[in-house]
């Protein structure tokens, strides 16, 4: 049964507040396609398809209007990539952005990395809040004054002005990779990140834009023997030796850098038996994950397959310690799944900062929390609809026969269409980032703001 | 979980996928062309055990065209564990178990074991030709009278006990082992090819002079050399000819299938069998000349050979579907032959389907290579992928990936 949390769970009780979009006058070139909070959250970065990213920041909460408190508010748009064109295989690069990754704030800047099927990026992100006045050779518009009319020295002050945000590449890292980039992941060391695509990944140093370190091949020396690929990749938050990534196949394996330089070895695999019972033509294809996490803990991995949710414990190879049914009652729909794509949609998955409940996104502009202490879990919609500001978002249900209730939704009223891929939870606080195609939702949960 | 595209609209609709993904912007996704080419596998496997199934069931419906006395012989068909119908070939159903081998689906299984069954029989057909002296051969006195009785023979002569004794295999029903020959596909050709009615039979077997109807003695009721019951394994066991025992020359003897034309060719070592037979010195063969059987085989040199594609597909995906039994070194027709006397027949999505299989046998780099040519018109969209666009770029598909 779909949908069963309910007013008393905690994270249901939520108020909300939407930002939405920009809207372009591409309509394709605004489907967010990533979302990511920083390491305090106070900045919201999101990339869409066309290349764009734009980053959102918490306004300080106001004692004068208490209700606004702490409303995220658009605080830079850039143009991160550019549609390119690879020559030699005749190939377009596509500049949707796939992944955006805060560095931790080491000043004033904020950094942050983004990435296409190709190239990394490095973005600082500076203010300028400050403008010097009273320079001696040059005039109020910058025009280089007559020596003749200088008289007199004067110290140019700094005098305030509208904040203006500025960003700048600072580092571009190309040419790494032969096959679609899906992961980029930071390492706790602040130094290095990796990179992810279908086959290898790289480790590069955030300073090094000519040369990167291949740590994990997977292409097989005859590529007719190809039975799997990388799906996904990260580097555990604590231990800046160790990094898990997932596969087609539906395994992690969690690597130590310290064991050799080529990590083709794993230190661990963890992979749950399939079920024979539930075989069926497209097994392979839900078996594949399409995100892995690390809990905040670092104790514990989440990963998203077409139609569950697992929770791993490191210290277990064999299975996962939960599994989370997202939305079961697609398992007899796979066929049409397959025939109209859906079936290759790539959801992700996110914890809390407390790693007590994890979210994943759905259909119909459904998404999923599960509350691990509970075990209860709870259907929410993001839409327009249903998102008065300030009202509590209501519980949803997909009914699959039997008793149907007012509101429920049928299986097969669901639309396909209005998918959620990509959520972000705020590292501290029930807060929430929504991607629902080009609209951008966060949700807070006022009532029970602090995480417990 | 039962799909509601029946596996032929599965494949098309995969392969159409794996062509468009060609054209799309940014390239080919290596992730979603793998994942295609997995639901390819599934589907052509529960195609191809669909289609055995059905010939099989052609097969036995002739059988029942005969008088009452051959009965026996539907016995010889009925090997433990065989399907009655097709129904039971899928959708694909797994038998429990972790490791590989026992993930195998059990539809495969079961083609294994009718690849057994008609490897069997028409082997013991064809020896029956070549074998001037059969022995024992009693069923030649009940040999059929019906050119559609051309198999009733078999459990007769599938009593003929090699002269050495046939080795045991071990397990019944498992592909043949350990000789060079593995999955052949046979299927009874056409009736009047291997009519025992041949002058060429041995003379023990010509009893078909008799009147078609006539009721042959019941002789061939029990084979001498099958200690069990037609049902058993042990018949199958017992009387499965050791590749020896045609001799040198026929020692890998192979019996393809052309699912097209339903035309059966049996290759020796590598050679049409008439090839082999037209030497003087071939022990097997009374007489310089190609038995009746495969004269009209002969008249079109196609071979399909898809267990041999089966068993490459299992070495590529290693574990990925359950581990094939080892074949040995099967003779391998060149793969690209087929496609170059291709004949179209009167349903053209079933060749295309049947000639599809063939080319993504070749294994996953035969699925995915980037081709730059933007020249290159883009299929018709009507349902099926046109095979000859599709043999056409059979060449391109091959290139290997690294150029991606």
């Known amino acids: 049964d779909e949908g069963q949390g309910g007013s008393d769970a905690r994270v249901t009780g939520a108020e909300l507040r939407f930002c939405k979009h920009r809207l372009e006058s591409n309509p394709r070139a605004d489907i967010i396609s990533t979302v990511e909070f920083n ?5 919201l970065a999101t990339g869409d398809k ?21 409303e995220y508010d658009v605080y830079s748009t850039f143009q991160s990539h550019e549609p390119e064109f690879d020559y030699l295989k005749s190939l377009e690069i596509e500049e949707k952005i796939n992944k955006i990754k805060w560095l931790p704030q080491q000043n004033a800047a904020h950094s942050l990395l983004s990435t296409n099927d190709k190239t990394i990026k490095l973005w600082k992100i500076t203010e300028r809040d400050k403008r010097p006045e009273g320079y001696n050779l040059k005039d109020e518009e910058g025009k280089l004054k007559d020596l003749s009319t200088v008289t007199s020295l004067q110290v140019p002050v700094l005098k305030p002005m509208d904040l203006m945000v500025e960003v700048s590449p600072r580092r571009i890292f190309a040419n790494g990779h ?48 190809l039975t799997e690929v990388i799906t996904a990749s990260e580097f555990h938050p604590h231990h800046c030796n160790l990094f898990v ?24 695999l963890f992979e749950e038996p399939e079920d024979p019972s539930n075989r069926s033509f497209f097994s392979e294809i839900i078996s594949s994950v399409s995100d892995v996490k690390f809990s905040h803990s670092g104790r514990y991995m989440l990963t998203r397959d077409y139609l569950t949710v697992k929770v791993w414990d490191l210290n277990m190879e064999a299975r996962p310690i939960e599994t989370y049914q997202v939305h079961d009652y697609l398992r007899s729909k796979l066929c049409s799944l397959y025939e109209n794509d859906c079936i290759f949609d790539k959801f992700e ?23 691990r202490n509970t075990k209860r879990d709870v259907t929410l919609e993001a839409s327009r609809e249903s998102s008065k500001p300030r009202a509590v978002l209501k519980p949803r249900r997909v009914c699959v026969g039997g008793k149907r209730r007012r509101d429920d939704i049928s299986v097969d009223s669901l639309d396909f269409t209005k998918k959620i891929l990509h959520t972000a939870w705020h590292p501290a606080e029930n807060i929430i980032a929504i991607a629902a195609t080009n609209n951008l939702y966060i949700f807070q949960d006022k009532v029970n703001s602090e995480m417990h | 979980m039962e799909c509601a595209l029946d596996a032929q609209s599965l494949i098309s609709i995969s392969l159409r996928k794996i062509h468009s993904s060609r054209t799309q912007r940014g390239g080919i996704k290596l992730h979603k062309n793998l994942l295609v080419s997995y639901v390819l596998r599934n589907a052509r496997q529960l195609y191809l055990s669909e289609r055995y199934a059905e010939l099989y069931r052609r097969q036995q419906q002739q059988q029942q065209q005969q008088p009452p006395h051959h009965q026996h012989q539907h016995l010889a068909y009925a090997a433990p564990g065989m399907p009655a119908s097709a129904a039971d070939f899928g959708p694909l159903q797994l038998g429990g178990g972790g490791d590989a081998e026992a993930r195998e689906p059990a539809a495969r299984h079961q083609l294994h074991q009718l690849h057994q069954l008609h490897q069997l029989h028409l082997q013991q057909q064809l020896h029956q030709h070549q074998h001037p002296a059969p022995r024992g051969c009693a069923a030649a006195a009940g040999a059929p009278a019906g050119g559609a009785g051309a198999l009733s023979e078999l459990p007769g002569c599938a009593a003929l006990q090699p002269p050495h004794g046939a080795p045991h295999r071990g397990q019944p029903l498992e592909p043949l082992q350990p000789g060079p020959a593995p999955l052949p596909l046979p299927l009874p050709p056409a009736p009047a090819a291997l009519c025992p009615r041949d002058p060429r039979a041995p003379a023990a077997c010509s009893a078909p002079s008799a009147p078609p109807g006539a009721a042959p003695p019941a002789a061939t009721a029990s084979p001498p050399a099958s200690p069990a019951p037609a049902s058993s394994p042990g018949f199958y066991r017992g009387a499965y000819p050791a590749p020896s025992d045609f001799g040198v020359h026929c020692s890998s003897q192979t019996t393809v299938l052309d699912l097209d034309t339903h035309v059966v060719t049996t290759v020796e070592n590598g ?36 267990g041999q594609e089966e068993e490459d597909d299992d070495e590529e995906d290693a574990g990925e579907l359950g581990a094939e039994p080892p074949g040995g070194a ?8 087929r496609f170059e006397d291709f004949c179209p027949d009167s349903s053209p999505d079933a060749s295309n389907i049947s000639n599809l299989i063939s080319i993504f046998g070749s294994g996953f780099s035969g699925l995915v290579s980037r081709q730059p040519d933007s020249s290159e018109q883009p299929p018709p969209l009507n349902g099926q992928l046109c095979a000859k666009q599709a043999l056409a770029s059979l060449g391109a598909w091959t290139r290997a990936i690294v150029a991606f």
Not at chain 1, 52 to 70: D, L, M, T, W, Y
């Open chain 1, 39 to 43: 390491h305090t959250g106070e900045l």
């Open chain 1, 50 to 70: 066309g290349g764009r990213v734009v980053i959102f920041q918490r306004e300080p909460e106001s004692k004068n209007a208490p209700h606004s408190q702490g």
């Open chain 1, 178 to 225: 032969t096959y679609h980039i899906n992961s980029i992941s930071v390492n706790s060391d602040c130094e290095t990140y990796m990179s992810a695509d279908d086959l290898r990944i790289n480790l590069w140093h955030l300073a090094i834009t000519d040369r990167s370190f291949n740590i994990v091949d997977i292409k097989p020396a005859n590529m007719e023997d």
């Open chain 1, 245 to 268: 990534y997932s596969s087609s196949k539906g395994s992690l394996r969690l690597c130590d850098m310290r064991a050799a330089a080529l990590c083709d070895k794993h230190s661990k």
């Open chain 1, 349 to 371: 998955c996110a914890w809390n900062g407390s790693d007590s409940v994890i979210m994943t996104g759905a259909y119909n502009n459904f998404f999923r929390m599960f509350d």
């Open chain 2, 271 to 306: 050679y049409l069998h008439q090839d082999c037979c037209a030497s003087a010195h071939c022990p097997c063969c009374g007489q310089g000349a190609p038995g009746p059987g495969l004269a009209s085989a002969a008249g079109c040199k196609r071979k399909y050979y898809p």
């Open chain 2, 330 to 337: 099967p003779f391998a027709p060149c793969k690209r032959a």
